[in-house]
């Protein structure tokens, strides 16, 4: 990797304590940083070096997955941090920047390689990337890159306008906008398992599949982001974005070896390939919710809008559902049916494939109903990718079972999402970072749903909090005669409720891959 220079804004903010400083200590722990590396920690905060390197081996301490018994490991890994008072809106701030980076890339022998990390809010992406211009530092010999945190715009216009401003300063190839869902590494995996399996690759289209269901459920509330929130939505903080990044990852048709080119090419042709919305219609195929007040594992909790900070009347969507269809060559016929919401009764982030069912003429007596074929990947709260067949049980009746094969076992210790997107930009590896045209083609995709909410032409549907959101969800694909997959754990603590939908990990045989080769 080329030695550079990491100019982060916001260093004295959550996301850089939380996410960034772990990361880049785990990616040092694995050797992953350049070897000549120099970070300059930005904010308004009159911090020392010596501060901000305390402040950045305590964020370590609480938030890091990994520690090192070595203190000799952390004091070299933040011997490269530096740390220099800016105001964002002070464009004299950005010539003394300039003048230090200079120094810092003179004594430590860096090449003009600068990759400025925005990890502020997005009223200050425009600003900065100006000033970036303006100055004169992103006037390089070597490269420069901006990565950029989200929201990307509020709605189609504004994320039109603010790109517009990007491009002045950036190359579309120099700006890494992260998703922090295309980090995750099963979302990752999923992209090596379709790319490199012939056998998936066969497999991977409306001949074989029935529809996918894409699930992001979290059990947290608007919790102490009330202020963003009420103002987004769960439309905006999660669908328009991870959502439809997930859709696009899962239905790409990727052949081996494709370049981050390629990979952009043809996750454009999904988005360009999925059925439009007209505002009128929203209501057929989109369903929106809200939390009202009940309990979470036995605790009683608020309803969102007697959350603190809540407008009063609000009708903010704290659930989506939404049934899509991309009508291309492979998919049409195929629903994508995708959920996320907050107060759910289970954290569960997972993308549920349902293959088709076979032909049966009649149904056997002695194997009674055969469960479909799933290929499950989970990335939250277990890590795992798992594919459901059935099988003969010899120890019972000898009655056709459903055995899971762990494709990739849950347990094994995985970088976090911000590792692997933070190398990547590091390495200049846009892959599992959003190109415009995707975000462009998402938001123009979600707009006549904003519109339609914004109008109230959608009744917002009201769920207890603790649940699995409104009901009407479910009959999104009752509607289709299918249902939502649960996670068997899931099922068995809900006293009363049906099982037959769960997928029965856990339950039967679980077989593993063998690790001996062929
Ligand atoms: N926190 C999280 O978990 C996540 C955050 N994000 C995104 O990351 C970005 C940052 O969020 P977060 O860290 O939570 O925000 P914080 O409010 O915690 O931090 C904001 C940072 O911006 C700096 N800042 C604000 N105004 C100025 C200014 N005028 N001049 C210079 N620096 C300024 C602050 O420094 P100082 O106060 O010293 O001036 C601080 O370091 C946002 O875009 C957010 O949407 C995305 C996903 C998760
Ligand atoms: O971007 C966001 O994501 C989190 C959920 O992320 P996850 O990795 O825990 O699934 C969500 O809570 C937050 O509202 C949203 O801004």
């Known amino acids: 990797m080329e030695p550079m220079t990491f100019v982060l804004f916001g260093a004295t903010g959550d996301l850089a304590k939380r996410k960034i400083y772990p990361a880049l200590f785990n990616l040092f722990l694995d050797r992953k940083l350049p070897s000549s590396f120099s970070l300059i920690g930005l904010g308004r905060r009159e911090w020392s070096d010596e501060s901000f390197r305390a402040n950045v081996e305590q964020s370590i301490r609480e938030f890091s997955r990994r520690q090192s018994n070595d203190p000799s490991l952390m004091k070299q890994f933040v011997e490269a941090f530096r740390y220099h008072v800016l105001d964002i809106g002070r464009q004299e701030d950005y010539l003394d920047l300039k003048h230090l980076i200079e120094q810092c890339e003179e004594e430590l022998h860096l090449p003009q390689n600068r990759l ?8 200050h992406f425009q600003p900065i990337a100006m000033n970036i211009q303006q100055s004169g ?25 603010l790109n517009e401003k990007l491009s002045q300063a950036f190359t579309e190839n120099e700006i890494f906008r992260i998703d922090h869902y295309l980090g995750k590494p099963m979302v990752q995996k999923l992209e090596a398992l379709q790319q490199n399996n012939l056998v998936i690759q066969g497999i991977w289209n409306n001949r074989y599949i029935a529809n996918v269901q894409i699930t992001a459920n979290e059990t947290v509330g608007v919790e102490e982001r009330a202020g963003y929130y009420d103002h987004v939505g ?32 043809k996750k454009k ?27 979470m594992k036995g605790q009683p909790v608020a309803g969102y809008v007697d959350e603190p900070g809540i407008m009063a009347g609000t009708m903010n ?15 049409r016929g195929v629903p994508f049916y995708i959920r996320t919401g907050k107060r759910l009764k289970e954290k569960s982030t997972r993308i549920v494939i349902e293959f088709k069912e076979q032909f049966i003429s009649s149904p056997s007596e002695k194997h009674g109903r055969i469960e479909p074929n799933l290929l499950v990947i989970e990335m939250s709260p277990n890590e795992s990718i798992t594919l459901q067949l059935n099988s003969k ?3 019972g009746e000898g009655e056709v079972k459903p ?3 762990d494709i990739h076992p849950a347990g094994e210790e995985l970088p976090e999402a911000y590792e692997n997107l933070i190398r990547d930009a590091l390495a200049g590896d846009s892959t599992f970072f959003a190109h415009w045209d995707e975000v462009e083609l998402a938001w123009a995709w979600a707009q006549p749903i904003l519109e339609a909410f914004e109008e109230n032409l959608v009744p917002l549907r009201l769920y207890e909090a603790g649940t699995y959101g409104p009901p009407e969800s479910d009959e999104l694909l009752s509607q289709d005669g299918y249902h939502w997959w649960f996670d068997a754990k899931e099922q068995q603590t809900t006293e009363g409720e049906e099982k037959q939908y769960a997928y ?8 593993s891959l063998p690790t001996k080769s062929f």
């Open 269 to 295: 042709r999904v988005m360009k390939a999925l059925e439009p919305l007209q505002k009128q219609n929203v209501t057929a195929s989109v369903i929106r919710g809200q939390y009202t007040a009940g309990s």
């Open 393 to 395: 049980d010899l120890s």
């Open 137 to 161: 530092l992103g006037s390089v010999n070597g490269w420069k890159r901006l990565v950029i945190e989200k929201p990307f715009g509020h709605d189609l216009q504004s994320a039109r306008a």
């Open 116 to 123: 400025f990390y925005l990890s502020v809010g997005p009223e």
């Open 234 to 265: 769960a439309l905006r903080d999660m669908f328009q974005n991870h959502m439809l990044q997930l859709l696009m990852m899962t239905a790409i048709q990727l052949p081996r070896e494709s370049g981050f080119d390629e990979v952009r090419v």
């Open 504 to 511: 029965h990990k856990n339950i039967n045989t679980v077989a």
């Open 317 to 331: 969507d704290t659930f989506i559902a939404a049934k899509l269809q991309i009508d291309d060559y492979y998919w």
């Open 403 to 405: 055995v899971h094969i």
